[in-house]
């Protein structure tokens, strides 16, 4: 069963950055979409960005011009470039691959932005 691994979460000051990055344990084929979703206490988890199999990207409303989806696909890796962070983007945050047959989860990465 191929897990995916995120790593790249902490605590950080209001107005800092982290990087994000997720890797699966094994080979997937077929991807058709890579997205990070992030889960706050008490709230729905929401998908902040996505990337597909052409690059194309996408971002929630509330991270556009902050965050960065990118893939290196010689190490099969997406990372989430979180910048000018705010308290409200405390939570938990994690990975999902998405193919045409099934989707993986990661188990999530605590990212908390506090002074």
């Known amino acids: 069963q191929v897990q995916l691994v995120e790593s790249g979460g902490g605590l950080v000051q209001p107005g800092g950055s982290l990087r994000l990055s997720c890797a699966p344990s094994?080979?997937?084929?077929?991807?058709?979409?890579i997205g990070w979703y992030r889960q706050a206490p008490g709230k729905q988890r929401e998908l902040v960005a996505s990337?597909?199999?052409?690059?194309?990207?996408n971002y929630a409303d509330p991270v556009k011009g902050r965050f960065t989806i990118s893939r290196d696909n010689t190490k099969n890796t997406v990372y989430l470039q979180m910048n000018s962070l705010k308290p409200e983007d405390t939570a938990v945050y994690l990975c999902?691959?998405?193919?045409?047959?099934?989707?993986?989860w990661g188990q999530g990465t605590q990212v908390t932005v506090s002074s």
């Open positions: 999902k691959v998405a193919t045409a047959r099934t989707a993986y």
């Open positions: 094994g080979s997937i084929s077929s991807i058709y979409i």
């Open positions: 990337i597909d199999s052409g690059g194309f990207t």
